[in-house]
Structure formats: structure tokens, C-alpha cells
């Protein structure tokens, strides 16, 4: 299984959205990462034929996706980041709407429908209004539309927004359990939520690409070189100002507690095993984008 991205390039009035983008994917899960603008959805929605590149071309095992026609869109399952629901369906009612749009026979369509509920976990649930269900629950039911034909490729536009911690850990769980014979790509701008479970990592800003690692690649980067530390509130401007800040807490006793990432030794604090979202920053910073991170 190979999808290839080649020197995808988009314009819109005249500005450079996305760059020249390369890359290949093979089996596997895919995190999407960079800051707000950098094209991330463009690309997306590119791989999903909903918007046509400007140059380049994507192929999915050496075919074309405009020469694959049909059979590309078949090949093809996504979530956008707004999923437009309709409310007074029930989710059954709604996988069966969907199955219908996109084709699928009535058997199919009777089967694919109990399955894919079944896999996100919804049966108990699947007689209820969608308008009854929480933000997770709806977000399982849009991993259960794009999962109704099968797809080979699984496009996730920021699919963990609005997810509890409890949520999270549950569709972490499913990706792993869907991942199997797939390419997932899967935006986010929460990187805690791919770790352990990306096999790779796609970094963009600003419409480029910035490289693609293994998390392990990433985790290299930083290191020895995250460390902890406890101040006072009223030290934490110096410490903004000096070091480049993965973190900051309000502890219990009023002392913040700060996630240093430094390429030099920080005395005072304690080194701490490095995590993906330190990785993430500390990119981000050699770019000079601190700013454009968002916490
Ligand atoms: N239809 C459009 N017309 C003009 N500019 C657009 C259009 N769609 C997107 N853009 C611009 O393209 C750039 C990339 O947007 P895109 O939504 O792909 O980024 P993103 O990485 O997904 O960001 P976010 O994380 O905020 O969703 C932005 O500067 C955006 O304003």
C-alpha cells in the first residue's frame, strides 16, 4: 500500500497555501502537525478530491487519483473538522443515510452499518436522536461514516476537538484497533494525543513541509534537554524571557512548575524524559515560530 503526495502546490489569490509538498505513506497512522495556517486542511482535502491541486499529482499504488476517478473517491474515507449532523436523526438512521450516498447496496448497507457501530461503540446507542449525544459520541459517528466503505485511506481532520480525557484514550484505542491494512492521516494540534500511536509524524508550517519522523526521531531531538523546574510566580517573566517553555502549571502551594526545553544544561531543574509535544515546540522554535504554538 503506497500513497505518494508529489509536488502538491495550491494558490489561492495569488498566495502560496501549499509549497511543493512530497511525501509517501505506507501502512499506517499518520499525524498531521503544525501550526494554525499551515495547511494541513488544504492538504486534506487535496488527498480527498474534494478541492483540485494546482501542480502535482496524488497516486494511490502508482495510479493517478484523477485517472482512479470513482474508484479513488471508493478507495477514500473522511472526516472533516466540522461534520454537518443531522440532529433528529437517530445514528443509525444517520450511517444509513450515509451508506446510501455513498453507494453501498442494501445488504451492505444492513451490514456495514451494525459493524461500524459496533466497532465505535455505539449500538447501545444507536436508536438515540444524534441531538442526545455528547461531543464524543458524535465524534465515533463520524469515524463511523468514513469507515462504511472500507476505506483503504482514513482522513482525520483535528478528530479529537472537543474529546474528554476519558474520550481520548477511547479513540486512541480505536485507531490502533482500525489502523490495520490502512493509510490514517490525522491532524491534530494535540500532540499528546498521537503519541504512541503515530507511526509517523508529518510537520508543516506556513504551507511547507518541515520533515517527517519517526516519533523516535522526534524524541531524539530533545533528548537531555526538557528539564523541570518549581519558581515563583514572580520569576516567571525572567524564565519567559531566557528559556523556551513547553509548560507551565500552578501548583497546589501557589509555586508555578515549568518545562524548560534548552539546548544547555538548566542547573536548577531536574532533566525529565522528553515527550512528543516537547519535540513539536522545539521545532517550532528553530524556525523561530514560538509564538505560533498554541497551548
Ligand atoms: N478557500 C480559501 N481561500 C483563500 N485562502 C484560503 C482558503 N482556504 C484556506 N485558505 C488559507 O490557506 C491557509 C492554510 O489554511 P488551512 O486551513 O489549510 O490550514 P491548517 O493548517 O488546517 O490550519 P488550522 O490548524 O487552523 O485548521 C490559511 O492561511 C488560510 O487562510
Redesign the pocket.
Known amino acids: 500500500m503506497n500513497l505518494e503526495i508529489s509536488n502538491i502546490s495550491k494558490i ?2 495569488n ?1 502560496v ?1 501549499l509549497d511543493n509538498i512530497s511525501f509517501q505513506l505506507f501502512g499506517g497512522i499518520y499525524g498531521l502537525v ?10 486534506m482535502r487535496i488527498i480527498c478530491d474534494i478541492l483540485p491541486q494546482d501542480k502535482g499529482y496524488i497516486s494511490f499504488d502508482g495510479m493517478k487519483k484523477e485517472d482512479l476517478d470513482e474508484k479513488y473517491r471508493d478507495l477514500l474515507g473522511y472526516l472533516p ?1 466540522e461534520l454537518g449532523f443531522y440532529e433528529h436523526f437517530t445514528g443509525e438512521e444517520f450511517l444509513r443515510y450515509i451508506a446510501v450516498l455513498k453507494g453501498l447496496t442494501k445488504k451492505e448497507t444492513d451490514k456495514k452499518v451494525q459493524e461500524t457501530l459496533e466497532l465505535v461503540n455505539l449500538t447501545y446507542e444507536k436508536k438515540k436522536k444524534i441531538a442526545k449525544y455528547s461531543g464524543g459520541m458524535k465524534r465515533r459517528l463520524g469515524i463511523a461514516q468514513a469507515l462504511l466503505n472500507d476505506p483503504k485511506i482514513l482522513i482525520l ?2 478528530p479529537t476537538v472537543g474529546l474528554d480525557p476519558m474520550e481520548r484514550i477511547r479513540f486512541k484505542n480505536l485507531l490502533s484497533r482500525i489502523s490495520v491494512n490502512k493509510v490514517i492521516i490525522l ?1 491534530t ?1 494535540i500532540i499528546s494525543d498521537i503519541e504512541g500511536l503515530a507511526t509517523e509524524v508529518i510537520l ?1 508550517n506556513k ?1 511547507t513541509l518541515k520533515g517527517k519522523y519517526s516519533p523516535e526521531e522526534l524524541l531524539g531531538n530533545v533528548n537531555g534537554k526538557v528539564f523541570e523546574i518549581k519558581i515563583e510566580e514572580n520569576m516567571y517573566g525572567e524564565y519567559n524571557e531566557t528559556y523556551l517553555i513547553s509548560r507551565r502549571e500552578i501548583e497546589s502551594d501557589g509555586q508555578v512548575r515549568l518545562r524548560i526545553i534548552s539546548d544547555k544544561e538548566v542547573k536548577e531543574g531536574n532533566l525529565v524524559k522528553g515527550s512528543l509535544e516537547d519535540a513539536y515546540i522545539y521545532h517550532l522554535e528553530k524556525e523561530g515560530e514560538k509564538n505560533g504554538y498554541s497551548h
Not at 34 to 43: D, E, M
Open positions: 489561492y489569490n498566495k497555501i503544525g501550526p494554525n495556517g499551515a495547511g494541513k486542511t488544504t492538504l473538522q481532520d483535528e491532524s494540534h508543516m504551507g
